[in-house]
């Protein structure tokens, strides 16, 4: 998904400034995909240079001009052409993920107090989602874009709450690593002092195969 679909979204909604739409990336479609104002308002200039939104120029007594930019008919073609196209598997880049594989080679309490740090603001998205969550009412009570409101927020909560309980499990299993003697039998995190150390190569080297 591009920044130009979350916003055709957000203006299919309701047609707003670009301050108003940057407000409600700040509220609700930023935690699922995030963008600066600065950003929105370049992709609004994109947007109605090619016809997907229309903008008026709304006066206001002693305030200057705003503008109000609503969803243009391509522009609800684009959008029911792109919820249709098939969506990318989620691409999972995540540095914790790769700095916990290497963790053989890292301050072990360093990355345990990351770890807890990062816990720590999960746990603090999971519990705002779930007060979102409180102003739908019953669920079962919920149709049309209300629904799907929640429905997006439902992932967002189990999602939060996944990687909360992911990170108990790291916490878990690190902490009981670093108790003495615990995987002391494990000798490939202990090469033997034979092992040949990496060396740099001279600056100006090049190996022939790169020449």
Known sequence: MALEHAILVSLGERPGTGYEIG?????????????TH???????????????????TVAQEGRPDKKVYTLSDLGRKALREWIS????????????????RAAEHADLPALLAE?????????QRRDLF???ATDF??????????LHQ?????????????FVDW?????????RESVPGHGSSDDSAHPPESAPRLRAAPPDSVDPKDA
């Open 85 to 100: 196209d098939p969506t990318p598997l989620f691409a999972l880049r995540d540095d914790l993920g790769v700095k916990i």
């Open 137 to 146: 009412g019953d669920p079962a009570d919920l149709h049309g874009r209300r």
């Open 167 to 175: 990170c108990d499990e790291v916490l878990d299993a690190l902490s």
């Open 115 to 123: 770890m807890r740090r990062q816990r720590a603001m999960h746990a």
């Open 38 to 56: 600065q950003q929105i308002y370049r992709t609004l200039k994109r947007l109605l240079d090619d016809g997907l939104v229309t903008v008026e």
């Open 23 to 35: 407000q409600q990336f700040d509220r609700s479609i930023g935690y699922f995909w995030s963008a």
């Open 150 to 162: 929640y429905l997006v927020l439902r992932g967002g909560i189990r999602m939060e709450e996944g």
């Open 130 to 132: 779930h007060r979102f």
